[in-house]
């Protein structure tokens, strides 16, 4: 489907979100196909580091290993960053990630935000966001999909009973903007520091929604999670008590069912 721009998103110029997010540039657009796309697009152009595209929709979002992500227009912030040169992928979804979590929780303090290894944002158990780092060329580009205003009826049916947006779990509406500009301002403080991943480990740790769970792991089969380690490896405990490394792949719950929504 074609892309069609916009010259504001949530009620706001281009220009002013890029000067209120102290950004060189923020493009805003009604519709497009995914928004890390188009953020390569701009990489492969020269495009300068902290570079951002939101979008209000994406006809063709892509979350992990090839998954639909689903972003129907008004409904969540759909948003690509283009990071610093140099910057090691490894860990980087955890970052970006803890980033998010704490943006929302300046939001929208009653919400109890946790992180389930390697890359998604959980509220009571169900899927809030996701985080989706693609190198290109010798930049990341960090694709952040969080489900704002979705009502529970809004998701496809293969993943209606795993997920959930932020006005469904809090008692507010919340401002999809005021949030990007949280995550930005949030994602600067941690990046720009020397070790952005030793930078966020403590609140990774408080975060951490798989610790003491029943998890079944794609890479190492299943076991309880016993945290993650300083390198942002998963520790998988076997019931035979021995404990693995996890470093990559997905994980579902083993243990009980996401709460239903009310
Ligand atoms: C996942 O949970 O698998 C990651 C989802 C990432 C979705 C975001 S929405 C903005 C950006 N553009 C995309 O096409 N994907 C990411």
Same mark, same amino acid.
């Given at each position: 489907m074609?892309?069609? *721009?916009?010259?504001?998103w949530?009620?706001?110029?281009?220009?002013?979100?890029?000067?209120? *997010?102290?950004?060189?540039?923020?493009?805003?657009?009604?519709s497009? $196909?995914?928004?890390?796309?188009?953020?390569?697009?701009?990489?492969?152009?020269?495009?300068?580091? *902290?570079t951002?595209?939101?979008?209000?929709?994406?006809?063709?979002?892509?979350?992990?290993?090839?998954?639909?992500w689903?972003?129907?227009? %008004?409904?969540?912030? *759909?948003?690509?960053?283009?990071?610093?040169?140099?910057?090691?992928p490894?860990g980087?979804?955890?970052?970006?990630?803890?980033?998010?979590?704490?943006?929302?929780?300046?939001?929208? $303090?009653?919400?109890?935000?946790?992180?389930?290894?390697?890359?998604?944002?959980?509220?009571?158990?169900?899927?809030?966001? %996701?985080?989706?780092?693609?190198?290109?060329?010798?930049?990341v580009?960090?694709?952040?999909?969080?489900?704002?205003?979705?009502?529970?009826?809004?998701?496809?049916?293969?993943?209606?009973?795993?997920?959930?947006?932020?006005?469904?779990?809090?008692?507010?509406?919340?401002s999809?903007?005021?949030?990007?500009?949280?995550?930005?301002a949030?994602?600067?403080?941690?990046?720009?520091r020397?070790?952005?991943?030793?930078?966020?480990?403590?609140?990774?740790?408080?975060?951490?929604?798989?610790?003491?769970?029943?998890?079944?792991?794609?890479?190492?089969?299943?076991?309880?999670?016993?945290?993650?380690?300083?390198?942002?490896?998963?520790?998988?405990?076997?019931?035979?008590?021995?404990?693995?490394?996890?470093?990559?792949?997905?994980?579902?719950?083993?243990?009980? $069912?996401a709460?239903?929504?009310?």
């Open positions: 074609k892309a069609r *721009w916009a010259d504001e949530d009620g706001h110029a281009h220009d002013t979100l890029a000067a209120s *997010w102290l950004t060189p540039r923020v493009e805003t657009w009604a497009i $196909p995914s928004t890390n796309d188009r953020a390569a697009e701009l990489v492969r152009e020269e495009a300068a580091p *902290w951002i595209v939101v979008a209000d929709e994406q006809t063709a979002g892509r979350g992990r290993r090839g998954a639909e689903h972003s129907p227009a %008004g409904c969540g912030l *759909w948003m690509s960053v283009v990071l610093a040169h140099g910057l090691a490894e980087l979804p955890l970052v970006v990630g803890t980033a998010c979590a704490e943006a929302i929780r300046s939001r929208a $303090p009653e919400i109890a935000v946790g992180i389930k290894w390697p890359n998604d944002l959980l509220v009571g158990g169900r899927k809030v966001g %996701g985080i989706l780092c693609e190198r290109i060329d010798d930049s580009v960090a694709g952040i999909g969080i489900n704002v205003s979705t009502p529970p009826g809004g998701f496809p049916a293969e993943v209606r009973s795993r997920a959930t947006s932020l006005e469904v779990s809090g008692p507010r509406e919340l999809r903007s005021d949030l990007a500009g949280s995550i930005v949030a994602l600067r403080l941690r990046l720009t020397s070790d952005p991943f030793g930078e966020v480990y403590d609140d990774l740790v408080a975060a951490d929604a798989l610790r003491g769970r029943r998890i079944r792991t794609e890479q190492a089969g299943a076991g309880t999670a016993r945290g993650i380690d300083t390198s942002g490896a998963l520790l998988l405990e076997r019931d035979d008590g021995s404990r693995v490394r996890v470093i990559s792949g997905s994980v579902r719950f083993a243990d009980a $069912p709460r239903p929504v009310p």
